[in-house]
């Protein structure tokens, strides 16, 4: 058999697809692991699929179809207060892609990017995939997740040339508040370095206000803001997100972007295009019934005695563990034989989510009351 290469080889394996691959399997379990929205993409962007389904056999642009761009031009004025010209956005397979694209025309071998642990699963991989080195800010439970500009000052040295942001926050659902982001956007100027912030659940908020940071004055040259139309449109399988960032940088990133899926699907950018014209109606309900979900998940967790923040925003709870299991992944494995309740083990999300699950309620509000039922006779 011939040889992987080392880079394959010494990337972990995701605890995630195991426990969700049995889930799938096992009709009895009832997971509560998923990271996308249990709702349909809402009927027009169904009816705008079909419309455009004979009209999509060509490549589109590698940096994003004309009337997108626009789209989305408008959308990040109203919404993100960030204002930005066709030159700097570029249109990508899912806001990861756009992740990967920035990384690899701003970091070279051996520098170091600073992110947030506990945080979403797909960064580290990636960052090692490109042999930069990624440099953890703990998040705390008693500051709610919510990452401290002083801990980042503290991991700052020469080689550090990126500072990854995650708000709303997968797994810890936390929001960073505006003088926090001001705090680090000072940190930012002072050390000459690109703030990646990525906001893939921008429009599912709760108790907080979401804030871009590149909203905020004198950061357009510092900012790449990463988005996606999977979570907030109920759209993930149409594979399709996008970054604003400074022109020069967009440029790179659109350059790279004909070596790797050279664009976006094309029917996805126009479905994507009209989803950005529809009203919010769509969204306030997906929001409205996440919030009882949430209520019902958190408040559940704790009377467990699993001591859970209250999400300001994402769909998960992220459970404190400790007072019954030092090890995330082998509670998680447990409650999956015992109770046939998927979680996602907190050490999938960096060494300082060891002690803690993730929890989604992206699921039926009734299996989240049944879940919670089966994890009650499992602690007992």
């Known amino acids: ?37 249990d709702f ?31 789209a989305i031009i408008k959308k990040l004025k109203k919404d993100n207060k960030i204002y ?85 926050a997968n797994p810890t659902g936390n929001v960073i508040r505006k003088k926090i982001l001001e705090e680090i956007a000072d940190i930012a100027v002072d050390n000459n370095l690109y703030i990646f912030c990525d906001e893939a659940y921008e429009k599912i908020v709760y108790d907080a206000k979401h804030i871009s940071i590149g909203s905020l004055n004198g950061m357009k040259d510092y900012v790449v803001t990463l988005q996606t139309f999977s979570k907030s449109y109920a759209m993930c399988g149409y594979r399709l997100g996008y970054a604003v960032a400074p022109a020069n940088l967009a440029k790179a990133m659109t350059k790279i972007h004909i070596y790797s899926t050279l664009s976006a699907p094309t ?20 929001v409205k019934e996440y919030r009882r979900r949430r209520d019902l998940l958190v408040n559940g967790l704790n009377d467990l005695g699993l001591n859970t923040v209250k999400t300001e925003g994402a769909f998960y709870g992220f459970a404190n563990i400790s007072k019954y299991s030092k090890n995330s992944w082998n509670f998680a494995k447990k409650l999956l ?44």
């Open 337 to 380: 034989d015992k109770a046939k309740v998927a979680v996602v083990p907190g050490s999938d999300f960096g060494c300082y989510g060891e002690g803690y699950i993730r929890c989604s309620y992206a699921t039926d509000y009734e299996l989240i009351k049944r879940a919670l039922v089966r994890m009650e006779k499992f602690l007992k």
């Open 84 to 168: 930005a010209k066709p030159e700097n956005i570029v249109v990508t397979c899912g806001s990861q892609e756009a992740l990967l694209l920035a990384s690899m025309c701003t970091l070279d071998v051996n520098d170091k990017v600073i992110l947030p642990n506990p945080s979403f699963m797909g960064y580290l991989p990636m960052f090692e995939l490109l042999n930069v080195k990624p440099i953890s800010v703990k998040l705390k439970e008693e500051n709610k997740f919510e990452i401290d500009p002083d801990d980042v000052k503290k991991k700052i040295s020469k080689k550090t040339e990126v500072l990854l942001l995650n708000t709303p």
């Open 267 to 286: 029917i996805s950018q126009m479905v994507g295009a009209k989803a950005l014209s529809l009203s919010s109606k769509y969204i306030n309900k997906m």
């Open 1 to 37: 058999m011939l040889d992987l290469s080392e880079r394959e080889l010494e990337l972990p394996k995701s605890t995630i697809a195991k426990l969700l691959k049995i889930a799938v399997e096992d009709k009895k379990i009832i997971s509560l692991g998923p990271g996308e929205p």
């Open 40 to 70: 349909k993409a809402s009927r027009p962007i169904v009816q705008f699929t079909k419309q455009f389904a004979n009209k999509c056999n060509h490549y589109s642009p590698p940096g994003g179809r004309k009337e997108l761009k626009e």
